[in-house]
């Protein structure tokens, strides 16, 4: 049981005190930070069997092996993430294989399928990009020391990740053609998708637990400004065309599309003439998971089923 009501730990924790276990939480920081952690880790499994997918796609062995050990990372922040939530009561047992595909609560964009090589890197140069941001942002704030520590060898590789994206965008884009093609395709379906991965605008967020909790520092919109910082820069030296613009007089990124707006997961299409959906629409959608909800997980979950049938024939 906290020794500390929730107004005495929030005061405490906004002045820079450390939360160590289980021992110093209130009810109310653990229900925060088991929301954080569970998005953390899922986020992080879930992108094992999307990559893994697509790095078939790879133009040479040596590639496919660049890929397969970024999944093998995410695969390790994934059981670190879990892990944290063991501390505080969870179980990892319950939480990868005793769910169902839909209750896992990674972004939406890893419910989507990655066709070719630059869906690919372009993933891993947006939405390792946008893990970065948030996860850094944490690194930087977080009142919950033992996820501080774990950061740091998680920020290293997540870097290596992100470069991997962005040297292959370059090698596409510089290709031109086909290959440049074939990225702004890419980008077209990934800018929005990751915009929306940040969640809710500020004046329409709900509750502010993490803030209040200091498990984050920056809030959604300031999120989303600190990945386009880097992104659309990026975008516009290789050429690429990215819908969002600096407003001089803002000092900011606006997006040059109704936002948020409908997405066609069969095409890969974000519906800008459609107009501005509402929030409510995006979680429908978000709740209903992407078209690929359903076979990522059950590639994960399978291989515990496929190791128990192994290990019960070497029995027999």
Known sequence: MSPFTEEELIEKVQSGYMVEGPEDMTE?????????????????????????????????????????????????????????????????????????????????????????????????????????????????????????????????????????????????????????????????????????????????????GQLDYKLKGLTNDQLRQVWMDSTVPLCKELGLDVPAHWDEEKQEYVLDYPFPCQYDASEKRWAFDEGEITWDDVFERWKGRGPMNEIYVESVQRSRMDVRRWLDGKAA
């Open 28 to 208: 109310g920081y653990r229900k925060a930070l088991r929301v954080q952690l569970t998005v953390q880790a899922d986020t992080e499994l879930m992108s094992a069997p999307s990559y893994w997918m697509a790095a078939r796609y790879a133009p040479s062995t040596n590639t496919q092996v660049s890929a397969h050990a970024i999944i093998q990372d995410e695969l390790a922040h994934a059981n670190i993430a879990y892990r944290l939530l063991e501390d505080i009561g969870e179980s990892k047992e319950k939480l990868v294989y005793g769910r169902q595909p839909h209750e896992f609560k990674h972004p939406y964009g890893f419910d989507q399928p990655l066709d070719n090589w630059a869906d690919l890197v372009v993933a891993n140069g947006f939405f390792d990009r946008a893990g970065i941001t948030l996860l850094s942002d944490v690194y930087q704030n977080t009142s919950y020391a033992p996820l501080k520590r774990a950061l740091v060898k998680i920020d290293m590789e997540e870097t290596f990740h992100l470069r991997h994206g962005e040297v292959w965008m370059r090698r596409l884009s510089k290709a031109g053609g086909e290959a440049k093609e074939m990225v702004q395709r890419s980008v077209d379906w990934m800018f929005p998708m990751t915009i929306e991965w940040f969640g809710l605008p500020d004046d329409l967020k709900r509750h502010s």
